[in-house]
């Protein structure tokens, strides 16, 4: 059978990998090049900890007073605030106690898979050496900062991720450039580092090519149909036969889950984050600051700094002004940093409102598949989103219930 996989990011490109393992005659179509969507500019964390849902009170409840602060760790465009009301009436009604408990569970049952795939993966396609072995330090000026993150670390201790707690002068002997004021931080020793998540994306596209498969490029216009699935229709005129059709297009997968008319309540958590070559410091691992809401990874050849969630659709033009405040906060922790040979980037995290992706067939259309809404985890769910994939796709028994992440669940 031949599978069209659209969107050659790190979701798409591990998935078409796992399928052309299976014996399916793949073709990974991008209306760009491979890998040059969020899987360029991602913070570079398998952030296995990190699964808790956004729509927490204690997280919307302070939304309105951020998108009062121009600096503040969530900015709404108030041009596209209408647009957004919808999501957001979905975002508080997946705040309900026994609702999060549900999501919890989700997020964690996938966090819980990610290195059972991811490092089999791996060592398939020769890139063992792209993970580091450090960890991540979660950091805290005091007592009280470490109290307001506490919802965090229950649900670790309740879901069983290692994690321990330092002293300030414990994490500057794993840190030294961590500046004095850091109190106390926690140690997360499984959110390890990509080297460069983009070569990954690469290299997993060669190994793709190298059995067999096909990129094409092309942007998607429409689809054929003929009862089920019979391929895409392309902008240039051309068409693409297929028996099955994935769409692994992050924030883009919206617009064509609508063609095909199956619209899904789908947004774009738009990300920034500043690479800088010359940083004037290294770093072993990486570093959040949740009070201040920004991430710092060595990765890439160099320092990179980002964090923060802008709400403004897919077409509006960056805002780098969202780069530089997490430059700033992070200097706060890093006193020694410079931002000198310094780029500054933009991508789409795609983000559903309860946080948990999808990966389900098609409720409307046989034949079509989805596997989207990863969030700031796309890196992270990315081996195991293939392994559970291409078990629904070829029929065999995914290893957990995939119920709960189906597209007509909203």
Not at 87 to 108: I, N, Y
């Amino acid at each position: 059978m031949t599978t069209l996989v659209v969107g050659a990011g790190i979701i798409g490109t591990s998935l078409a990998y796992a399928l052309q393992k299976r014996g399916r005659l793949v073709v990974l179509l991008d209306k760009g090049e491979v890998g040059r969507g969020a899987s360029f500019g991602n913070m570079a964390s398998i952030a296995v900890t990190e699964f808790m849902p956004a729509s927490r009170p204690s997280v919307w409840r302070q939304i309105p007073g951020w998108m009062l602060d121009p600096e503040g760790p969530v900015r709404v465009r108030p041009s596209y605030m209408p647009k957004l009301i919808p999501w957001f009436a979905r975002f508080v009604a997946a705040s309900r106690p026994g609702k999060l408990r549900e999501l919890e569970a989700q997020g964690a049952a996938l966090c819980k898979r990610v290195y059972d795939d991811l490092l089999p993966l791996l060592r398939e396609t020769g890139l063992e050496g792209e993970l580091t072995a450090e960890g991540c330090l979660s950091l805290y000026t005091d007592e009280a900062e470490f109290r307001a993150d506490r919802e965090h670390i229950e649900i670790l201790e309740r879901f069983g991720f290692p994690h321990q707690r330092l002293t300030g002068a414990e994490a500057r002997e794993l840190e030294p450039e961590l500046s004095d004021s850091i109190g106390m931080a926690v140690l997360l020793p499984q959110n390890r580092s990509l080297r460069d998540p983009h070569r990954l994306v690469m290299k997993l596209a060669e190994a793709f090519q190298a059995m067999g498969g096909r990129i094409e490029r092309g942007e998607v216009a429409g689809f054929d149909r003929d009862g089920r699935i019979a391929g895409v229709r392309l902008t240039d005129g051309r068409s693409l036969a297929a028996d099955e059709v994935v769409l692994c297009a992050g924030a883009h997968t919206g617009r064509l889950s609508k063609m095909l008319g199956e619209p899904m309540p789908l947004e774009t958590e738009r990300g920034y984050h500043t690479q800088i070559m010359s940083p004037g410091l290294s770093m072993r691992h990486s570093i959040i600051w949740p009070a201040r809401a920004f991430m710092v990874t060595p990765t890439a050849g160099g320092i990179r700094v980002g964090g923060t969630v802008e709400m403004a659709g897919l077409d509006a033009a960056p805002d780098y002004r969202r780069a530089r405040i997490t430059v700033k906060r992070a200097q706060a922790a890093l006193p020694n940093l410079r931002r000198e040979n310094a780029t500054e980037w933009m991508g789409h995290r795609p983000a559903f409102p309860d946080t948990v992706p999808v990966m389900s067939a098609s409720a409307k259309v046989p034949g079509v598949f989805y596997a989207t809404g990863h969030g700031h985890l796309g890196v992270t769910y990315a081996a195991t989103n293939a392994r559970l994939m291409a078990d629904l796709i070829t029929g065999a028994a995914p290893p957990i219930d995939m119920r709960p992440y189906r597209v007509d669940r909203f």
